[in-house]
């Protein structure tokens, strides 16, 4: 039993400072949006050319070339786009401001649809809510692109960050609880 209450105190202590982290890692990417949204946006295009490299290799690899001219084809537009989503994190982080803008426009009109669906039951409130807000974060992000670019994406990873680590604080706490309650026990 005193194992299992220390591997819980133990657990309550990482998740406690993981959360942490995370928050203030939230925090960063808040403070520099547009730092960490050319990074993404870097990121995903270094993603793209790896991705168009390894079709590429295996388009040679499995000697099929007059097989397959969509599959060459396929692998040459996919270097391509890594390529100038590399050399142009402008047009990169445009264009995933676009696909989030319409995400959240979409996301937001499902859960206000859902919401007047569940209307009688607890709960169906916050759904519409968060319905809204959603839908308003989207027509905002949309009206203010291209301005909207890479800000967008940092303080929207910026603040899911941050609430992921209030959320994980959150269960260290309550790990810490019930482990010092049944160490009373």
Do not use: H
């Amino acid at each position: 039993m005193n194992e299992m209450i220390n591997s819980t105190a133990s657990a309550s202590k990482n998740t406690k400072l993981f959360g942490i982290i995370t928050m203030i890692l939230g925090v960063l990417c808040i403070a520099a949006p547009l730092l960490v949204g050319f990074s993404i946006a870097f990121l995903v295009g270094l993603l793209v050319l790896l991705a168009g490299a390894v079709r590429m290799f295996w388009f040679f690899q499995s000697g099929s070339l007059s097989k397959d001219l969509p599959g060459f084809i396929l692998a040459v537009l996919t270097l391509i786009c890594g390529i100038i989503m590399v050399l142009n994190p402008v047009f990169t982080s445009g264009f995933l401001t676009i696909i989030l803008a319409v995400y959240f426009i979409v996301d937001g009109a499902l859960e206000i649809m859902a919401a007047f669906r569940i209307r009688p039951l607890s709960g169906w409130g916050w759904l519409l809510t968060g319905g809204i807000i959603s839908f308003l974060l989207g027509l905002m992000i949309w009206q203010q692109f291209p301005l909207s670019g890479a800000w967008a994406i940092g303080i929207l990873l910026g603040i899911k960050l941050l609430f992921v680590g209030i959320i994980m604080l959150s269960m260290g706490t309550t790990l810490q609880s019930a482990a010092l309650q049944n160490k009373e026990n």
